[in-house]
């Protein structure tokens, strides 16, 4: 029989204030109640995402990750999981993104999940999605868009156009990079950049 997770009435009986640690330390993290909503973030973490609380935690997400990291939820969830280190693809306010390591607990009420507390244990930042040179100005917005996992209205509130507007623009991309889904349009957008002839 396991022992289970140990307890630490030290720090009960220390009184200390961990929020407040966990707030000022330069360690990102991040706390997502059992609906996936992030409910707090410390500054570390904002500095990687940006201010997210109040949205799905899959909106930080690549798109390509947000299957696997809701499946990884999941299971903290149902209790078959305890700790999690996975690596995952974030997507900055900037719209770059950011391999991270992240280490994840659920959080306890009782024997009730609640919740997930999670940290980043590393963040590699990656390079931005380069122009395309057979998108427009414009199309490139929509891809930037779709790879911060934006949804049409999303897209279409953000850019100020019509839903129909947006959907001809996604349509005219998957067109242009010759691919079916939304998801593979962002892959190849990364990796189809014509290099520039060596001078």
């Known amino acids: 029989m396991s022992a289970g997770p140990r307890r630490s009435p030290t ?50 997400c690549a798109p390509e990750e947000t299957r696997r990291a809701r499946e990884i939820f999941a299971r903290k969830m149902a209790g078959t999981a305890r700790v999690t280190d996975a690596s995952v693809v974030l997507i900055d306010p900037d719209g770059g993104r950011a391999t991270v390591e992240v280490s994840s607990v659920p959080l306890l009420n009782g024997h009730r999940v609640i919740g997930v507390f999670g940290q980043l244990t590393s963040v590699v930042e990656g390079p ?48 242009a990079l010759g691919v079916h889904s939304r998801v593979e349009a962002v892959a190849l957008g990364r990796r189809a950049v014509v290099p520039l002839p060596a001078l």
């Open 11 to 60: 720090l009960h009986a220390l009184g200390a204030d961990i929020e407040s640690a966990l707030t000022e330390v330069n360690v990102p993290s991040y706390v997502i109640d059992r609906t996936g909503v992030i409910r707090w973030l410390n500054p570390a973490a904002e500095r990687v995402v940006g201010d997210a609380r109040g949205r799905q935690f899959t909106s930080v």
């Open 128 to 175: 931005d999605l380069e122009d395309h040179p057979h998108l427009t100005p414009r199309q490139m917005e929509v891809l930037r868009l779709l790879e911060r996992g934006h949804s049409t209205s999303q897209m279409a509130q953000e850019l100020h156009l019509s839903i129909e507007t947006v959907r001809n623009h996604v349509a005219a991309i998957l067109r």
